[in-house]
Nanobody, 122 residues
């Protein structure tokens, strides 16, 4: 099983980035996939998640209206479009997968990627 994040980088406040989570080794259509982030000195938090079978989504309040999660089941990938980025969005972003959607949101993923760093400068 592999989850590989990409798309992180350095961006100015107000800018945009699109993160990708490429997956392999499990039945993608049966899983929920989530994006998490961890800033230095802070706990990991759930940012967004999607149920790949029915498209149900979750967003934490701080990103609603700015971030959009989507999935491409043919490519077995999940994307996180991040707009209007703020310095407080700076963190390492991870994707995670679990067969149970609420479990993904709760951070109980069976599988995790290694993360991609997003830095937003003011």
């Amino acid at each position: 099983v592999q989850l590989v994040e990409s798309g992180g980088g350095l961006v100015k406040e107000g800018g945009s980035l699109r993160l990708s989570c490429s997956t392999s080794g499990f039945t993608f259509d049966d899983y929920g996939v989530g994006w998490f982030r961890q800033a230095p000195g802070k706990e990991r938090e759930a940012v967004s998640a999607i149920s790949t079978s029915d498209g149900v989504t979750y967003y934490t309040n701080s990103v609603k209206g700015r971030f959009t999660i989507s999935s491409d089941n043919a490519k077995k990938a999940v994307y996180l479009q991040m707009n209007s980025l703020k310095p407080e969005d700076t963190a390492v972003y991870y994707c995670s997968a679990h067969q149970n959607f609420p479990a993904v949101v709760a951070g109980w993923g069976d599988y995790w990627g290694k993360g991609t760093l997003v830095t937003v400068s003011s």
